[in-house]
């Protein structure tokens, strides 16, 4: 057994109104703010080891910003910048993160308060682990008659008199309850979750939500259920693949069109969300941590060298760039997560979290948004199929075999345990 500690923090990074709201390739000046938006942290350490996990209420997060605030923190606290994942919830009404002046102090500086808040909050601890599912409230965006990822996994951390501390929650769907329409700041319905959540817990509790297979899952909701129980016929991501109809059959209803989303779908959402996460926490028994705190990281070459220029999001240029991009993954007792910077289609992620349970730990997880951002990494499976995720991954000329170089590159790096039978 390790003798444990552990804490959590939480910061506001909610943007100046004007900033530009991500998502959706669209000008969006913000006129306002619906939620505030925050970064949360947890710190775990034992027997030597120590590391954070970052999740923040933003759209994406680069990989100079992740570099950023791994400096700060690794300036204000002795956790290494390698020890440092940082993530976001991958909201389209969040803004992005290159633009300084849409905060009053550097985005690096907000997000590292909650991480060096949550070190300095660190109390001897007792963790425990769990899963459930959450069903009926996604659809894949690419084939309606595919499944998504519905499983949910939590970390509960508590001090040794029982009390609460916090959760680590990962679920998959993208975050785009609300559309190119909506022009409020707001964390959609992650942030809604954490926020029922830390309400349910009480007493200061924190709750991470980590957003995993979500690359190709757009959020099952009201409107969305009643125009496809509707005589439409329903056009995907993916071209020519057409639904209760034919490509010439009108009305028609775009699942990649989220124009008409409303507050009260992304409570919604946000409130079964927390209600699972709370379900699940409550029958988690906690204990002295087994297997101590671990962190591992990898970098894959994901682009071919010498690439030609390209313009990226319209903001940058990447010439020459050889492509190097960071994988990493973590654990504590019998979680592990691994963490891909960008957006990981639902197929990825069931397929290394049956290779995590398979090594031995029984409650796997996944985040994309993590340690920078390269757009969408679609399995290779999915080239061949084409639409919108993959013009992104060819635009940015990505390798059809990534995903299993970032398996080949992080496997060896994780600490195997007990065999579990397959």
Not at 314 to 334: P, S
Request: glycine share 10%; proline share 5%.
């Amino acid at each position: 057994m390790t003798e444990a500690r552990a804490g959590f923090g939480v910061s506001s990074i909610t943007p100046r109104v004007g900033a530009e709201l991500a998502g959706y390739r669209y000008h969006r000046p913000s006129a306002g703010v619906h939620d505030e938006l925050h970064s949360r942290a947890l710190v775990m350490e034992g027997d030597g080891s120590i590391w954070a996990l970052s999740t923040n209420e933003l759209c994406w997060i680069g990989s100079s910003a992740v570099a950023l605030i791994r400096k700060k923190v690794a300036e204000r606290t002795p956790i290494p910048e390698s020890n440092i994942f940082v993530c976001a919830v991958h909201t389209h009404s969040g803004p992005r993160d290159d633009n300084a002046e849409d905060w009053d102090r550097p985005l690096a500086d907000l997000v590292a308060d909650a991480i060096v808040q949550a070190y300095e909050n660190r109390v001897p601890a007792r963790v425990g682990t769990g899963r459930g599912r959450l069903d009926e409230w996604s659809i894949n965006r690419r084939f309606i008659d595919r499944s998504t990822d519905p499983g949910m996994a939590v970390l509960k951390v508590e001090d040794l008199n029982g009390t609460l501390l916090g959760t680590v929650v990962n679920w998959n769907c993208h975050a785009v309850v609300l559309g190119y329409d909506n022009l409020l700041i707001s964390a959609d319905f992650p942030g809604l979750a954490s926020a029922q959540l830390e309400e349910q817990m009480g007493d200061g509790a924190v709750a991470l939500y980590i957003n995993g297979g979500a690359g190709d899952v757009n959020p099952l909701t009201s409107g969305v259920q009643d125009r496809l129980s509707g005589e439409y016929a329903v056009d995907t991501h993916v071209p020519g693949h057409c639904y209760y109809g034919t490509a010439e059959a009108k009305p028609r209803f775009r699942l990649c069109d989220r124009g008409g989303g409303t507050f009260e779908e992304a409570e919604a959402l946000g409130q079964a969300v927390a209600q699972e996460a709370w379900k699940i926490t409550r029958t988690i028994q906690v204990g002295a941590v087994s297997r101590a705190p671990w962190i591992r990281s990898a970098h894959v070459q994901i682009r071919p060298a010498r690439a030609p220029a390209i313009e990226v999001l319209g903001r940058e240029t990447w010439r020459n760039w050889t492509g190097k991009a960071e994988i990493m993954a973590l654990g504590v007792d019998e979680l592990a997560m691994i963490g891909e910077p960008g957006e990981v289609f639902c197929e990825t992620a069931l397929l290394f979290k049956r290779r995590l349970w398979q090594m031995g730990f029984g409650v796997p997880m996944t985040s994309g948004y993590a340690n920078g951002y390269f757009s969408y990494l679609p399995p290779s499976e999915a080239f061949a199929e084409g639409g919108y995720e993959v013009e992104w991954a060819r635009k940015l000329s990505l390798r059809e075999d990534l995903q299993t170089a970032m398996w080949e590159a992080i496997e060896g790096l994780i600490p195997h345990v007990e065999q579990q039978v397959s």
